[in-house]
Antibody
Framework: EVQLVESGGGLVQPGGSLRLSCAAS????????MNWVRQAPGKGLEWVSY????????YYADSVKGRFTISRDNAKNSLYLQMNSLRAEDTAVYYC??????????????WGQGTLVTVSS | QTVVTQEPSLTVSPGGTVTLTCASS?????????PNWFQQKPGQAPRALIY???NKHSWTPARFSGSLLGGKAALTLSGVQPDDEAEYYC?????????FGGGTKLTVL
């Protein structure tokens, strides 16, 4: 059974840092790209970042570029999101989502349950 | 700033048919945008329904179908059930980056 479990969320002050983790099981992480997606309270989904299976290709939304860093450790079956210079508008539930992309399709299929990040003083 | 637009809300009667659409500010949505569709109910994580415009996942009910329609991506629900009441999001691919639509709140009434 494919499972994605996020952790590392919590309360942080503006300007602070936080590192999110996503533990993958039930599939071979090294065969898949991954995404981070967030959802502010009462708002819609916002794509945050993408990392290819080998970490060779990385993309960020403009809203987090230069502040967030996505990474992965396939040997540890884990995905990470390092978040620096946090702002109140970064407050959201953060989801990791599996992504299988090639020349013929983009398939975002499995999602974790999310971890809440609250940026407040 | 790329914007993906969905109907904010739609209402459908049980047993009816409804089509949700997904438009891009960059122009017509084609297969190269690889539209994905997701369903989200309150307090739950999103659940994938459709990928690359029209492909269903193994768990996607047969009453859901995806297509490209009039320059937009479309999600059609046929024989709507009360359990289909939810928020629906599309996701488009922009050469690497992905962008979600604002979501459509579907009410079954």
């Amino acid at each position: 059974e494919v499972q994605l479990v996020e952790s590392g969320g919590g309360l942080v002050q503006p300007g602070g840092s936080l590192r999110l983790s996503c533990a993958a099981s039930g599939f071979t992480l090294s065969s898949y790209s991954m995404n981070w997606v967030r959802q502010a309270p009462g708002k819609g989904l916002e794509w945050v970042s993408y990392i290819s299976s080998s970490s060779s290709t990385i993309y960020y939304a403009d809203s987090v570029k230069g502040r967030f860093t996505i990474s992965r450790d396939n040997a540890k079956n884990s995905l990470y999101l390092q978040m620096n210079s946090l702002r109140a508008e970064d407050t959201a539930v953060y989801y990791c989502a599996r992504d299988y992309s090639n020349s013929w399709y983009v398939n975002v299929d499995y999602w974790g349950q999310g971890t809440l990040v609250t940026v407040s003083s | 700033q790329t914007v993906v637009t969905q109907e904010p809300s739609l209402t459908v009667s049980p047993g009816g048919t409804v089509t949700l659409t997904c438009a891009s500010s960059t122009g017509a949505v084609t297969s190269g945008y690889y539209p994905n569709w997701f369903q989200q109910k309150p307090g739950q994580a999103p659940r994938a329904l459709i990928y690359s415009a029209s492909n269903k996942h193994s768990w996607t009910p047969a009453r859901f179908s995806g297509s490209l329609l009039g320059g937009k991506a479309a999600l059609t629900l046929s024989g709507v059930q009360p359990d289909d009441e939810a928020e629906y999001y599309c996701l488009l691919y922009y050469g690497g980056a992905r962008v979600f639509g604002g979501g459509t709140k579907l009410t079954v009434l």
